[in-house]
């Protein structure tokens, strides 16, 4: 059809955590590309920050990945969100999950954790 | 070898179209000449015989004129030779007769020549006495001599006037002329004689320069008869070798015939080939023009039978095309209850062959009326099957209950423009007939024209491409209020394209048509095509109207409050990537809604969409409806399976059903419709335009 979405995903290895950044659209079209890029990060990296600044569109396939995420990897903490989009913060806060990741407005805020 | 022809009546093969009835008189006609060809060259001819005749008799005439002029000098200079032999004569006589024989002889001697004698004689009682002989030396005696009583009666006969008496002397040794003169008595009885001598040999050639008779070409013959013995001399041989003519003229008391001779042409005159040349030239140039009038007469005849055969031919075609047509269309649209409905086609003046525009009215049930116009590109046999086979289609699809916008993707494999080379502007019109309401779906087809009380404006449906055309999405739809007493009227492109002016020129022509658009439905359609095509259609055209009475309207009251308008209607398969397209789709239909309210609509049709693909077997519709009034829309989306969405809550090991949970949380209103007995569901919500819904449920919290 001639709607196009893409998403472009990129992971990096800091010292002390992995960064993976998230550009574009996020649903049950692209979720699987997420899925993928985030099987690659395992415990021993650190915690895990994904960047949603970039982001324009999530939906609950898109949830369903970083919580999938958040559930292999251990949970608790260990993966943190960046967003400052209002139509990302919505949909974290209508769904709770902002309460369920650790939600933070620039990504070294979620490096450090605080 | 030239290729055999069909002009060629009687070429290698047999003629291939024309009966023998026909093809008989027009090959005789290719045999004969026109009258008009054999009238240009008897008509040139004749004026070719007539100056070649002309220019003959002016040649003759230029010869004859010579010849005359001819004679005329040779006479007037035998004239002068008579007057200069008699002077000398005369001259010596009256010497003889004063002064005696002595002073005669004295002048005769003078005398010669010309004279190759001269003789004094002396005439008394009818007697003549030679008196003296004057002889230069060595010269011969008088010839006339040779017979004395010959000469005496010569002599004797002189008589004594002002003329010269001449005698001709042509014997076997000599031959000359004798002339006597004898004066009047009173002057003295004496005649004077003298002899001059002619060439033995007559033809003498070309006289000299100096002559009397240079470059003149003549005969001189003493007397009347032309005989050799009578010939004096010639300057040409005899009998002439050119045109001559002969003159008897006077010769002192004798005559002489001048016999004129004309040599080569005469100077002036037209050369004596010009009229061989003009002769030649006209016979060609009468020719020439007869073949030309031959063919022009010819080329004008064919062009003439063609002509007439043609027309006849573009007749009988326009009546079987049109015959056709008629045969194609529905004979008579059905009477509805609740509508007035007119139909009209006119065909196109200039088109011979069989158009590809339609109208069609099916009722579905009764409340509902489906009725389609369409114009399938191009003309003949192969748009007017595939208008045939899109009408029935049509009918059957609108028959068992698909929307317009469904109709029009069904029919999208009927005809495609890379296989067949055809395509097709089709408008499908479902008109809700109790509640008002007509769901309009067009592919590419000239905007249907809605009639309220406030007057006509043209229907702005979503564009969908034509059909047999691949198009970017799944066609659309928009849903119009029809009120009590309101008209919608569709119509080929026919009625609204000139050359002569744009499609918008052409629209607004029609939508400021001056007609009456609130009297009967019939005289509006004849109104608006005496407006729009007065002469006569270019194109074919197709118009169907159809107007709700209010009678109908009365009977809607529970319907009345029914304002949602159909924004867009579109088929997906279960493909995950159509989620993306359907949120797309849903936003492009509601480009009103902005900020906040877009992403939560964004949100809303995702989560819809991603629910129907996850759950439908192989495809799901989504349909946008606003209610402009209310500013809220209303988002459906029907996916073929069964089964009720339930709004689990969710855990965070568990990610399905947390759409539900977020369209709980974000829709101002939501529900699932299921038809009992049949598969499939509409799960849909409604969503305020003017910014956050607060009428919503709260947002549930989710626990760990």
Known sequence: MGVIVTMDVALERAPGHTLVTVAGEVDLATAPALASALSEVTEADGPLVIDLTEVAFLDSSGLSVLLQARERLGGGGVVRLVATRPAILRVLAVTGLDEVFSVFPTVGEAASGS | MSPPSRRTAEGPQPRESGSGAEAAPRAARRGALHAASVAVFTIVVALALGLTIASTVSISEAKQRYLDQQVREVSSALQAAVAAIQQPLITSSRIASKDGVAAFRVSAQAEMPPFSSMSLWRVANGHAVLITVVVPPGGPPPALLDDPAAARRFIASVPASSELTVTALFGLKVRGLGYAERLSPSEGAYVVYGETSLPLNPFIGPEPAGSPFAGLDFALYFGRAQTLPTLMFSTVSLPPKGRSTSEVVPFASAVVTVLSVLLGRPPGALPPWVPFAICGAGLALALLAAALTERLVRRRESAETEASERGEERDTQRDIAQTLQHALLPEEHPTFPGVEMATRYVAGVTNLDVGGDWFDAIAVDEHHLFFTVGDVSGRGLGAATVMGSLRSAIRAYAVQGDAPAEVLR????????????????????????????????????????????????????????????????????????????????????????????????????????????????????????????????????????????????????????????????????????????????VLEAVPEATGDVRDALALLASELATNASLHARTSFEVAVRCDDAARRVRVEVTDFAGGEPTPRTPTPAEPRGRGLRILAATASAWGVDQAPGEPGKTVWFELGLEGPDSQGPKTPSVTV
């Open chain 2, 410 to 585: 069904k029919l999208d494999g009927l005809v495609s423009v890379g296989r067949d080379g055809y395509f097709a502007t089709v408008v499908c019109v479902l008109l809700d007939v109790a509640a008002g309401r007509a769901t309009i779906a067009s592919a590419g087809h000239t905007p249907a024209l809605l009639v309220t009380d406030r007057g006509p404006s043209f229907v702005d449906a979503p564009p969908n491409t034509p059909v047999g055309v691949v198009g970017p999405r799944a066609p659309r739809s928009v849903e119009v209020q029809l009120p009590a007493g309101a008209m919608l009227l569709a119509y080929t492109d026919g009625l609204v394209e000139r050359r002569d002016q744009s499609l918008d020129e052409g629209l607004e022509s029609l939508r400021s048509a001056p007609v009456d658009w609130h009297g009967p439905v019939e005289s509006i359609l004849a109104g608006v095509v005496e407006h729009m095509v007065p002469g006569g259609a270019h194109d074919d055209v197709a118009i169907l109207a159809v107007r709700r009475l209010a009678d109908a309207a009365d009977a809607t009251d529970e319907e009345a409050a029914a304002t949602w308008v159909l924004r867009a209607r579109q088929a997906f398969t279960r493909d995950r990537d159509e989620v993306p397209a359907a949120r797309a789709m």
